[in-house]
């Protein structure tokens, strides 16, 4: 029987802890409230173990065009997740190209195979940035902070970089972004852009108001990062 409280751990990255709950619109309300006094206990907690630190609502993207499901307007609505953040996660991306090829015009069909998938990527892209969903949640009751869109899975950290430094993005304190950052030691291109924006950027500002000598501004780096 499907448990929320169930940890999923992967070898690859074991400080990275996942705790799925079912798709609510095969679910009860039973579930439902599960679910709900799950994310109120563990946002909550003082206990760091047990605590959750974000959460990835996924919605799948093969059907673009479809409404806002109950199921969404439930969760927006009805589940407060406090000062933990909500990313909403639009999956299958990569299947809008099928849609894209099937909305290509007679005369596009008669092109060679490869302008004809330029252009059905250009559809999709269209289909994409059409998406309502994301505009329609913003109005609900407790919205998501922070929205990303997941394509070419199949490439290596394709996707997930972006998803995790939307995560970093959307977490509204300092303490756990250094936390998140720091289980990500095989994402060393997420590493050096967040110890970028947090301590290089400050400096180089500083010289630029105040004019420091260079000698003093390296020092001060060397100070912030240790």
Same mark, same amino acid.
């Given at each position: 029987?499907?448990?929320?409280?169930?940890?999923?751990?992967?070898?690859?990255?074991?400080?990275?802890?996942? /705790?799925?709950? %079912?798709?609510?619109?095969?679910?009860?309300?039973? &579930?439902?409230?599960?679910?709900?006094?799950?994310?109120?206990?563990?946002?909550?907690?003082?206990?760091? *173990?047990?605590?959750?630190?974000?959460?990835?609502?996924?919605?799948?993207? $093969?059907?673009?065009?479809?409404?806002?499901?109950?199921?969404? #307007?439930?969760?927006?609505?009805?589940?407060?997740?406090?000062?933990?953040?909500?990313?909403?996660?639009? !999956?299958?991306? $990569?299947?809008?190209?099928? %849609?894209?090829?099937?909305?290509? !015009?007679?005369?596009? &069909?008669?092109?060679? %195979?490869?302008?004809?998938?330029?252009?059905?990527? %250009?559809?999709? #892209?269209?289909?994409?940035?059409?998406?309502?969903?994301?505009?329609?949640?913003?109005?609900?009751?407790?919205?998501?902070?922070?929205?990303?869109?997941? =394509?070419?899975? /199949? *490439?290596?950290?394709?996707?997930?970089?972006?998803?995790?430094? =939307?995560?970093?993005?959307?977490?509204? #304190?300092?303490?756990?972004?250094?936390?998140?950052?720091?289980?990500?030691?095989?994402?060393?291109?997420?590493?050096? &852009?967040?110890?970028?924006?947090?301590?290089?950027?400050?400096?180089?500002?500083?010289?630029?108001?105040?004019?420091?000598?260079?000698? $003093? !501004?390296?020092?001060?780096?060397?100070?912030?990062?240790?």
């Amino acid at each position: 029987m499907h448990n929320i409280k169930n940890e999923l751990v992967f070898r690859s990255n074991p400080n990275f802890i996942f /705790h799925d709950s %079912q798709g609510f619109e095969a679910g009860s309300i039973g &579930e439902f409230e599960q679910m709900k006094e799950f994310v109120s206990e563990r946002a909550k907690t003082t206990y760091l *173990k047990r605590r959750i630190h974000a959460i990835w609502y996924c919605i799948p993207m $093969d059907q673009y065009h479809r409404a806002v499901l109950a199921a969404e #307007e439930k969760f927006f609505n009805e589940c407060d997740t406090g000062s933990v953040p909500v990313v909403l996660v639009f !999956t299958k991306c $990569d299947a809008l190209l099928i %849609q894209g090829m099937a909305a290509l !015009t007679p005369e596009e &069909e008669k092109l060679p %195979q490869e302008r004809k998938i330029v252009i059905g990527k %250009q559809n999709a #892209e269209r289909m994409l940035k059409g998406n309502p969903t994301w505009e329609r949640v913003q109005k609900m009751m407790y919205p998501p902070n922070a929205y990303v869109e997941l =394509r070419e899975l /199949h *490439k290596s950290n394709e996707g997930c970089g972006l998803l995790l430094k =939307r995560t970093v993005g959307a977490l509204n #304190e300092e303490a756990l972004q250094m936390l998140l950052v720091t289980t990500q030691h095989t994402n060393m291109l997420l590493c050096i &852009e967040y110890a970028f924006r947090r301590f290089l950027i400050p400096v180089i500002k500083a010289i630029h108001k105040n004019k420091e000598p260079l000698r $003093d !501004t390296a020092q001060q780096i060397v100070v912030e990062c240790k």
